[in-house]
């Protein structure tokens, strides 16, 4: 599978680069290009009441940009703004399952977000776990009950860096079956 990583406004470019990494590694058969065009934060998406970007309406502009784009399989769109999804006060993602377009923000996943010292390590291995957790959902593998498995719920960050970054077997297979399926 051929997969574009897009940049969605401003990103810090070694953090797609880790993105990168993280999903070569782990989907088979799988290139993956960090695409040279940046999305421009939609400010439609501003929910001013709430300050916080509706993550809704990013992915529906990264799926538009994906439709111009028929070279790739999937195209995971990585931002760096706050964002919601209704009925939850923050999302880390979000994915059409199945579907040709996904979307991470990097906003919570850093660790000055919880007042704690910067960590460029720490900040990659969760850029990559959210990354490969939305990018499964594109392929059709749901949320997995178990909590060390990359496809388990995060509700908070606290789940996200108990969970491995890596997909258990289950997932894997379904991950895998779904690649060869594109053909
Ligand atoms: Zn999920
Ligand atoms: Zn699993």
Excluded at 47 to 67: E, F, M, T
Aim: with cysteine; aromatic share 10%.
């Amino acid at each position: 599978m051929k997969v574009g990583i897009l940049q969605v406004g401003q990103v810090t470019p070694e953090v797609l680069v880790g993105i990168q990494e993280g999903l070569v590694k782990t989907f088979p058969d799988t290139t993956v290009a960090i695409i040279k065009d940046v999305l421009l934060v939609p400010q439609e998406a501003f929910d001013k009441k709430r300050g916080q970007y509706n993550s809704n309406i990013i992915l529906s502009c990264v799926k538009a940009y994906s439709s111009k784009k028929p070279e790739f399989y999937r195209i995971l769109g990585v931002a760096d703004v706050d964002i919601f999804s209704s009925g939850l006060n923050y999302v880390f993602g979000e994915a059409y399952v199945p579907g040709g377009a996904a979307l991470i923000s990097l906003w919570r996943l850093k660790p000055v977000f919880y007042k704690e010292k910067p960590n460029l390590v720490l900040f990659l291995l969760r850029a990559q776990k959210e990354a490969i957790h939305e990018l499964s959902h594109t392929l059709g593998v749901g949320h997995c009950p178990r909590s060390m498995c990359v496809m388990h719920f995060s509700n908070s960050i606290f789940d996200t860096d108990r969970k491995q970054s890596l997909l258990c077997d289950e997932c894997y297979l379904q991950a895998a079956i779904a690649i060869s399926n594109l053909g």
